[in-house]
């Protein structure tokens, strides 16, 4: 059987005397969806954080074995390696984007390839292509306020993929939006994730979006009380 894309061992982590972590273990297969959920301070966004090395556990172990090159101990790792490998091995989509207003859509996701060194015109190429794969063709030349709440999360999504990032975090992805467009970009991110094969793991309190994921992971008081796969 291969062996998870990501794990994580004991994970534990307090806020002065909140427990937000209290020993958490969890497997994320390649190319798995999964969708984690419980009631606000359960613990579920401290994970995700966790998860991606943007917080750092305060004991427990995360790993991440990508397809190419070695496997990387998360949590061994200082807060600027933390930093490297999010912007060059993973993808992040947030509930309000974090996109930049004062630059356009492509210019927003071909950002994150030049960070990376990419030359601008071809950082512009790609981006171009992803927007027009998420249905913006378009749309490029708009800035961020020019676009309804869906089409810029699209956006954020295409820039979450640009740098062909094969594991990708999302938190609330949908929460600022309607229903209708929730399931649209509830579609674009599931096809540029695990239709590519690619692994997602979304936190998300909409039961209609976890239900769209292949698993879903209940936690409750810092800990994981159930993992179910959808039918």
Request: one cysteine or more; charged letters at 20%.
């Amino acid at each position: 059987m291969n062996r998870p894309v990501l794990e994580a061992h004991a994970l534990t982590k307090s806020y002065g005397s909140t427990r937000a972590l209290a020993g958490v273990d969890l497997a994320v297969a390649r190319g798995e969806s999964v969708a984690i959920m419980g009631a606000s301070g359960s613990g579920k966004t401290t994970l995700l954080h966790v998860l991606a090395g943007i917080v750092a556990p305060d004991s427990g172990t995360v790993t991440f074995r990508p397809a190419v090159g070695s496997e990387v101990e998360v949590t061994a790792l200082g807060e600027t390696a933390r930093s490297r490998l999010r912007r060059e091995r993973l993808g992040f989509v947030f509930q309000q984007g974090l996109l930049i207003p004062e630059l356009t859509a492509v210019e927003n996701v071909a950002l994150a390839s030049m960070i990376n060194g990419v030359k601008k015109a071809d950082a512009v190429q790609h981006a171009s292509s992803w927007l027009t794969a998420l249905g913006l063709a378009g749309m490029e030349d708009r800035r961020i306020g020019e676009l309804s709440g869906g089409q810029a999360q699209r956006v954020a999504i295409a820039r979450a993929q640009a740098t062909g990032a094969e594991l990708v975090f999302a938190d609330e992805p949908t929460g600022a939006l309607d229903s209708q467009t929730s399931r649209e970009v509830m579609d674009a991110l599931l096809w540029s994730t695990t239709g590519q094969g690619r692994t997602l793991v979304v936190v998300t309190h909409d039961a209609d979006v976890a239900a769209r994921c292949s698993r879903v992971v209940a936690v409750r008081d810092g800990r994981i009380v159930s993992s179910a796969v959808n039918a």
